[in-house]
């Protein structure tokens, strides 16, 4: 399990505002600990995600750190590539993230009301 400032940390990491050698701003941090938890809302009212941000599993982590740092491109100035590749992470990252939480078919019939 995965705590959102794991999360935030490895999302500014990706886009290159943080590194071994260069610390993230507490500014930057606060934004990107911000954009996680909005993210995370919005994820749980669409039924993406069914867990607490503080206790991210492990199979959510990667996806999640993908999907913040797609949200995370305009505040920084990235080049042209960066932003190409960040879009095809995300793009992953999000059919990940929905193919764990769908309901699988079971082969049984399933009753439907027609209005």
Partial sequence: MAAATDIANQ??????????????TAEDAAKA??????L???F???DYVDFELA??????????VA????????DFELPGDKVAKLQIEQQEA?????????????GEPVKADYF
């Fill in 44 to 46: 749980v009212a669409r």
């Fill in 94 to 106: 999000r059919s990940e993230l929905l193919a764990m939480t769908a309901t699988r078919y079971n």
């Fill in 67 to 74: 999907e913040l740092a797609w949200r995370l491109k305009t």
């Fill in 55 to 64: 206790s991210t599993p492990a199979w959510a982590v990667g996806p999640m």
């Fill in 40 to 42: 995370h809302e919005v």
């Fill in 11 to 24: 999302a500014l990491e990706r886009i290159g505002v943080k590194s071994t050698d260069h610390a993230a």
């Fill in 33 to 38: 600990q911000q954009v996680l938890t909005n």
